[in-house]
């Protein structure tokens, strides 16, 4: 009995090390007797003791790896320095684990040179407004060399470009003049819009007076008119009414003297009095003649 309980805690110790679950994610490279055997997906698995082995466990996520700047030589024969963002992933373990030696280091220098030849190709000016064609090319080529290797390149970054102090330094001079230039600018064609704008307004202002004192001269003209017009219609409304009111001839004497009144305050000189009272009403007649020769 005591034997065969030691027997089971022999064997508990050698099954239970060999039983393994693969997280979500991994992937684990089984070799038996030294060659290649399966790989484990995520899941509860069990290798046989001392004929299996866990060969590399893989990681099945993207990497992310920023690589140190390299030198780079442009074809205008400008050196700077480049470093690199390089986003992957393990699509086969078998492969990565077998198709090359060190992956990681690997990919950096493929990257390193396939900067290089692509930086070679172009000069200052298209390094540094080219990013997204050199991205592009260079997420090609290692997508292509990396595919032996069971690895995807998804995307390539370029992070940061230095170019020498002394191109930094005229760039930065460029910028200046350039920003300098712009402000220039805006401010000749702010000057300008303002004259522009105070122009308009003065000839609008202009034209408002101009229409102002027409219409103060229409008003005027009218106000006049229509004085002239009220005192044509109260002359009339008055003879109408002396003659509604049957005037006699002694009536209309008194209004001529009345109007050989207001002639005397006049600058008239000569006054003909007829010598017969009753003729008086003659005398309206003689003042209107006295008037026109007096014009």
Known sequence: MMFLFIILILVALVIIPNIRVV?????????????????????LHVKIPFIDRVSRQVTLKEIVKDFDPQPVITKDNVTMQIDTVVYFQITDPKLYTYGVDQPISAIENLTATTLRNIIGELELDQTLT????????MRSILDEATDSWGIKVNRVELKNIFPPREIQEAMEKQMRAERERRESIL??????????LIAEGEKESAILRAEAEKQSQIKKAEGEAEAILKIKQAEAEGIELIKKAGADEKVIALKSLEALSTLADGNSTKIIVPSDLSNIATLGTTV????????
Request: no cysteine; aromatic share 8%.
């Open 288 to 295: 209107k003649e006295m008037l026109k020769n007096d014009k």
């Open 23 to 43: 997280p979500q994610a991994k992937a684990y490279v089984i070799e038996r007797l030294g060659s290649y055997y399966t790989t484990w997906q995520n899941g």
């Open 187 to 196: 401010k000749a064609e702010g000057e300008k819009r303002s004259s522009i």
């Open 130 to 137: 080219s990013r997204d064609i050199i991205n592009s090319k």
